[in-house]
């Protein structure tokens, strides 16, 4: 019985980190512009801040490189 009960929870972790991931890649103005421009403080700023932001680590885990590259 707890088993059905971890897989409905992936489920709903799976879900939250696909819209964190999505979030950094089409939302966050710091992300988007580092990953656009390639260079520059908001760049190094994304390379850093990967290991605090959860929408960060959630575009690494869904799209296999870190947030401050492109797919």
Same mark, same amino acid.
């Given at each position: 019985m707890?088993?059905s009960?971890m897989?409905g929870?992936?489920?709903?972790i799976s879900?939250?980190?696909?819209k964190r991931a999505e979030f950094?890649?089409?939302?966050?103005p710091?992300?988007? %512009? @580092?990953?656009?421009?390639?260079? /520059?403080?908001?760049? #190094?700023l994304?390379r850093l801040?990967?290991h605090i932001?959860?929408?960060? %680590? @959630?575009?690494e885990?869904v799209? /296999?490189?870190?947030? #401050?590259?492109k797919?």
């Open positions: 707890e088993e009960g897989k929870e992936t489920k709903v879900d939250k980190i696909k950094c890649k089409d939302v966050c710091a992300c988007t %512009r @580092a990953r656009n421009k390639g260079k /520059g403080f908001l760049y #190094h994304v801040e990967r932001c959860p929408s960060c %680590r @959630a575009y885990m799209y /296999g490189v870190p947030a #401050h590259k797919p």
